[in-house]
């Protein structure tokens, strides 16, 4: 089993900037691909970012150039650098896991573990 908190939610300013966390714990991680979605209030759960065993990412339109994932295998933890941060990307954030980890997946049904959410509010 596979368990993940985030950290690193909280109010941010419209252009500002704020980087998630997702700590793993039960078992490493480095060879699974690692997801960030979000979900806003009323809408479905979403694909943010995603990064592969061997660093390969992915990332949704919305978030394109304004958002990075990255991972920390010796700390089992992966991240996501948000910038320039949109009053749209207001949302509960969640991280997760795919014991497949060569291709980045953007499906929730691809994943296996998730972690419990941290909520972004971005004010204006």
């Known amino acids: 089993q596979v368990q993940l908190v985030e950290s690193g939610g909280g109010l941010v300013q419209a252009g500002g900037s704020l980087r998630l966390s997702c700590a793993a714990s039960g078992r490493t991680v480095s060879v699974y691909a690692m997801g960030w979605f979000r979900q806003a209030p009323g809408k479905e759960r979403e694909f943010v970012a995603t990064i592969t065993s061997g660093r390969n990412t992915d990332y949704a339109d919305s978030v394109k150039g304004r958002f990075t994932i990255s991972r920390d295998n010796a700390k089992n933890t992966v991240y996501l650098q948000m910038n320039r941060v949109k009053l749209e990307d207001t949302a509960v954030y969640y991280c997760?896991?795919?014991?497949?980890?060569?291709?980045?997946?953007?499906?929730?049904?691809?994943?296996?573990?998730w972690g419990q959410g941290t909520q972004v509010t971005v004010s204006s």
């Open positions: 997760a896991a795919d014991p497949d980890g060569w291709l980045p997946p953007r499906s929730r049904d691809e994943y296996d573990y």
